[in-house]
């Protein structure tokens, strides 16, 4: 498996961290119900195919990266940073 | 048809024709009183204790596949009771003395050997730490011995024992550990639920779960609808997806363990070697091979497949441990779905659909669980109440703070 990083290029699974699903970019407000939080940390969709997930490019320019891909095929579809995206860094 | 070394014998007499299937293949009916999803280890043995434990017998368990195609066919096959918290150790020490009774309950062969397992150490800090853990297991009431150096150079003699990194200085040896024959426990919990009455049915994958007013009545499925007051899923690595079917979402993530088996060797490695520093452990199986594996890719996936880092890392944490397997040529190498949950500990649980019940994120340690899963799946699904070993395997401990966290890394889906 090879992630092209838009900053670096592509490069080997074994210069990036996973740390999990895109929920994590879906921060609750602080004095939301305890429910919201519950899913934001722990309950996921899972998917079987297509899926989102933050990766870091630990040995490389240390951003963090939002990965779709296939969780069945491995296929990369698409990388993009997290910077990048409406909104700014998370 | 009981099994017995009379019966080999003189089939082998006449020509072996005196056998028969060891299971029905029946069609589904439209309605039983309690259906399992899931014709693995897990689910068949729940159908097994629902069947003998609480007379339920109009039962049936649906499998998308064959029986026993999932993680049951597909693992490292180790048996041991070696937990550190409550919660855990009393469970697996339920599941430990249920497999020391299996084959007799069963009659069955399912090769079960108790060759002991170490647990190998490597600084005074780990050691520190695999006390505590022993005497949790004693505390237990299983068994658990302290190994210094040349405890485990009397046992484990190939070991690298001067290797640089990580110098070994003892291991922690739980000698009713071992490892049973994989396939021959889902075949004997099949046909033991099957003798009881259990319609065991395959080529049958659940479309849909039928809720009304707040209850489960059945399930759709690719052979029709059954109907069903009682559904289990039980589906490892897929639980999500027919957990979503009843509108839940849980707190699993799929991921990918591999594992990889040598061809056939003499017997050279006599029991189950665990190296935690450098996530590698091995046995050697009644046929002769090397099984051995490491630790997750660490990516979600259902590929059952992994990549090469985690291979190439597990060949070097290997010859690291115990040079002399180089020369050992790798037959094969897969990889199984694991269901991980955020604290490493699973799930046997109701869930907010009244008479739908859960059993999952067996992580990467369902083999060992399979005869308690089940034993305490059918009490949960029989008497509405979680049964006492099993009592903190709760759905929602998560966010009750109720943490079943093993290895003490966090409640978090990347760390376990």
Redesign the interface.
Known sequence: ?RLTCPLCGER???EFY????EDYLNRPAPDAA??AW??Y????????GV?R?LWYHDMGCSSWLVVTRN????DILAVEAVADRKGGAA | MRYSGLKVITEGLFGNKGWKPAWRDPAPKAEYDAIIIGGGGHGLSTAYYLAKNHGLTNIAVLEKGYLGSGNIGRNTTIVRANYFLQGNSEFYSHSMKLWEGLEIDLNYNVMHSQRGLINLFHSDGQRDAFVRRGNSMINQGDDAILLDREGVREMLPYLDFEQTRFPIYGGLYHPRGGTARHDAVAWGYARAADKRGVDLIQNCEVTGVDIENGRVTGVQTTRGAIKARKVGIVVAG?S??VA?MAGM??????HILQAFVTEGLKPVIDHVVSFGMGHFYISQSDKGGLVFGGDLD??????SRG?L?MVEHVMEAGMTLMPMIGRAKVLRSWGGIMDMS?DGSPIIDKTHVDGLFIDCGWNYGGFKAVPASGWCMAHLMATGESHPVAARFKLNR??TGHILDEEGTG????LH
């Open positions: 498996m080997d699974r074994r996973y740390y999990g699903s305890p429910q519950d899913d940390l722990h309950n996921r969709d899972n998917p079987a899926t997930d969780t069945v095929t491995h | 897929r999500s997806q979503a979402r849980l707190p699993i993530e799929s660490f990516y979600a996936s259902y590929a990549n880092p955020p998560f966010a409640s978090q889906h990347n």
